[in-house]
């Protein structure tokens, strides 16, 4: 099996060695992992794709490859340039440093990385390490991912479901905020919905006087709907969501026919 790794954390991001160290528990030797990561940090490009400017790629070691561009960006160049002649049988994106449930799915260039590789028609799981404080003053806060990060993806792609078509499933992995040991199972949960917790901007002004805006997060530790992905990790539980890149409402296609009737 061929894997190639990316994330939103750019190309030097610890998340992104985390990752390559669970993929060589996933092969039989280092030679079927290939890198291709954003030279700088991507974090909450979502799915977006360089379409107006070209993405310049160097390499950097003998499988390793650093883009100007987003995960997304990444996922192209490596399936289209990168890796044309052996293509990967796996795409894994991160591990991103924070969470990517509920929302934060909406933003995160992790998944955005994850989603252009299964509209490719590659298997693809994007993998987040959420931060609490339980976790984030451990030596290493990725220790829950690492721990059990190659576990689970052995188990999603057992039962991930052969000859896809149209959109291709995904998944949503993010670790809980908690050690490797205090992790308590895996839970298959569906995106949450944190009530009243939304990004906004932060006004500032710089040195010289100008007025800058910064973009911030809300309170990622809010309640979400039980059993919901955020509602578990924060249980100490792993989620797994199975996702499409498809948006439609199927709910309610029925009664907009009729308001259009």
């Known amino acids: 099996m061929r894997i190639l790794i990316t994330n939103d954390d750019g ?10 160290q669970i993929a060589l528990a996933l092969v039989d030797d280092d030679s079927d992992i290939w890198t291709v990561a954003p030279a700088f940090e991507q974090s909450g490009v979502g799915h977006c794709i360089s379409y107006t400017h ?70 693809s799981i994007a993998l987040s390490q959420y931060y609490g404080p339980d976790n984030v003053h451990l030596d290493d806060p990725f220790e829950a991912a690492a721990t059990h990060g190659a576990d689970t993806i052995r188990r999603i792609l057992r039962a ?19 050690a490797a040991r205090d992790v308590l199972g895996t839970r298959v949960a569906p995106q949450g919905f944190r009530e009243n917790t939304t990004f906004a901007v932060e006004p500032h002004l710089s040195p010289s006087g100008r007025r800058f805006l910064w973009i911030k ?39 907009l026919k009729d308001a259009f009737a």
């Open 11 to 20: 190309i030097n991001a610890p998340g992104l060695k985390v990752l390559h």
């Open 54 to 123: 070209p993405t310049m790629i160097a390499q950097l070691g003998e499988r390793t490859f650093a883009a100007e561009g987003s995960p997304a960006d990444c996922v192209l160049a490596g399936l289209h340039d990168v890796m044309k002649d052996t293509p990967p049988d796996l795409v894994l994106s991160g591990i991103n440093r924070g969470n990517n449930s509920a929302e934060n799915v909406l933003y995160s260039g992790t998944i955005g990385g994850a989603m252009e590789a299964a509209l490719q028609g590659v298997p």
């Open 217 to 255: 997060g809300g309170d990622q530790r809010a309640a979400t709907h039980p059993g919901s992905d955020a509602d578990v990790n924060l249980a100490g539980y792993i989620s797994v969501t199975p996702m499409r890149a498809d948006l439609t409402a199927h709910d309610q296609l029925d009664m």
């Open 160 to 178: 991930d479901p052969p000859a896809q078509k149209d959109y291709r499933l995904f998944y949503n992995v993010n670790f809980p905020p908690v």
